[in-house]
């Protein structure tokens, strides 16, 4: 995320609902990596609330459809 | 009914929470008077703020804007409905004692504190949460009175993780006493979606404290940023957890010796408990404040001491925190429920005698990966502790690499003496 932009939305990753499977992580790979058990590892050591750039809400919302564990929601900041 | 007539005098010396001879109603009334009733409201929420009280169950967050905040039910987000306070006496953590012991000897401190803020914020719910050893003391009390005939006492487990806020409400809602994801705000919509306040139950006793007497009196013990008194429990070494009451701003040596402890042959002290850092020895008379013990990254949280002897390996101690932690992980979130165990694996190796030099390297790169993955603080917190053993016991670090331990050599030179 670069500095000079506030991010477009967030998105946040419910932990207790998460199991690893590492679709978001396909859908948005210069957002997450996969640490060493598969789970989605955000790029900018955010943690579970990923800041998005305009670009990027499109294949966040994929992200948030497609999710098998409903874990991922979209949060306009 | 004898002590209600007289004149009631607000507590001089430290001990105010334990002021009364005994924890009946009588004993309770007359040493405090009765709670002041009325409107006052908007004037009691004044006094919290002036007092500068802080959350007492180790977030330490002002109690007046958590008493505003879901007061208030301003935020968009919520779903309405009438406010819930919960009183959290669940006290999760091992090495602490104060809730348990408060609920025992003043349990109608707590009991008033809980019936002032369900009358600030025009709450409609009650509850006090306790573990099973507690209940007893709380039921009795409130069977001692008229006015509490509206608190549900409800059971908790005993577990490290059963008194973090959102596991205290998964449990009254009737699931599991385990976190939840943080996307929800209490004050907003907590319990069933309704506007809830969730204090410890030393916060709501303090409250009773200051309904009473006023802020200006709260402030006349402690510091300008540790302002009245706090509960603290001092255990570890050969001592037993021992509760004491005491004024805000204290060194923690002192606290260690008025619990009864020595500080002669300590080595550390940990501050905040297992989700606390180290102190070093040479640093005892750091006051128990937030700034003070800033740069150590510990803070006063619930008032846990944890005494360490310097022919203790604090290697060792920390890794066997470490493993309980990492065992009481609620496994629901990935990062945490894989990351904490190896976490714990690799400083037990290096606590163990290990001689890999990449040890440490790997459990910073560790704690960097869990860190703020999780749905409560459990991963962060434990991380906290984990990397506050390598920074104050860093000597130690080394000499374990080199195939020695520095504790071990100084107990074979005390038992040589
Ligand atoms: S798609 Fe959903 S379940 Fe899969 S890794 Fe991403 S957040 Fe987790
Ligand atoms: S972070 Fe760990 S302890 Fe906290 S809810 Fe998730 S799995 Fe449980």
């Known amino acids: 995320m670069s500095r000079e932009r506030r991010p477009a939305a967030t998105l946040h990753i419910d932990w207790t609902l998460c199991d690893g499977r590492g679709l978001c992580t396909e859908l948005l790979p210069e957002r997450l990596a996969r640490d060493e058990w598969g789970y989605p590892l955000a790029r900018d050591g955010s943690g579970g609330d990923v800041p998005l750039a305009a670009s990027q809400l499109e294949a966040a919302r994929d992200a948030v459809a497609l999710c098998p564990r409903l874990a991922l929601t979209l949060r306009k900041d | ?417």
């Not at chain 2, 001491?305 to 101690?317: D, I, N, T």
Request: one cysteine or more; a positive charge.
């Open chain 2, 1 to 417: 009914m004898s002590g209600m007539g007289g004149e009631v005098r607000p507590p001089r010396g430290a001990g105010r929470l334990f002021a009364a001879p005994a924890s009946d109603l009588t004993s309770h009334l007359a040493t405090f008077g009765p709670v002041p009733d009325g409107p006052a409201a908007s004037h009691l929420l004044d006094e919290l703020q002036a007092s500068g009280l802080q959350g007492r169950g180790g977030a330490a967050f002002p109690a007046w804007r958590k008493f505003a905040a879901a007061g208030s039910g301003r935020d968009p987000r919520s779903r309405g409905g009438a406010a819930v306070v919960v009183a959290n006496g669940a006290e999760g953590e091992p090495r602490s004692a104060k809730d348990a012991t408060l609920l025992r000897a003043a349990p109608h401190l707590v009991i008033d504190g809980l019936l002032l803020a369900g009358r600030t914020i025009g709450a409609r719910e009650l509850y006090l949460v306790t573990t099973a050893a507690s209940l007893p003391y709380v039921a009795r009390a409130i069977a001692e009175r008229t006015d509490a005939t509206a608190i549900r006492l409800r059971e908790v487990p005993e577990a490290f993780l059963s008194g973090e806020a959102s596991a205290v409400i998964s449990s009254l809602e009737g699931g599991p006493a385990l976190p939840r994801d943080k996307s929800r705000r209490l004050s907003s919509s907590g319990l069933a979606g309704r506007p809830t306040l969730l204090n410890n139950v030393e916060t709501l006793a303090q409250v009773a404290l200051i309904a009473r007497f006023g802020a200006e009196w709260f402030r006349r013990l402690g510091t300008e940023e540790e302002p009245g008194t706090r509960l603290v429990t001092v255990s570890g070494s050969d001592l037993a957890p021992t509760v004491r009451e005491v004024v805000g701003g204290m060194t923690v040596a002192a606290i260690v010796r008025a619990a009864g402890g020595s500080t002669d042959t300590l080595g550390a002290v940990l501050v905040g408990g297992y989700h606390g850092a180290w102190l070093p020895a040479e640093r005892l008379d750091t006051p128990l404040t937030g700034h003070d013990l800033a740069p150590f990254g510990a803070a006063p949280g619930a008032g846990i001491l944890v005494l360490l002897e310097s022919a203790s390996c604090g290697l060792k101690a920390s890794a066997a925190i470490a493993g309980y932690l990492a065992a009481q992980s609620a496994r629901q979130c990935g990062p945490c429920a894989n990351g904490l165990p190896r976490m714990a694996e690799v400083l037990e190796k290096l606590a163990g005698g290990s001689r890999d030099t990449a040890l440490p390297a790997e459990i910073r790169r560790l704690a960097a990966l869990v860190t703020g993955r999780g749905s409560c603080h459990h991963p962060d917190g434990t991380t906290r502790l984990v990397l506050s053993a390598l920074t104050v016991f860093s000597a130690e670090v080394k000499a374990h690499l080199a195939g020695g331990c520095l504790a071990d050599r100084r107990a074979r030179a005390g038992v040589a003496a």
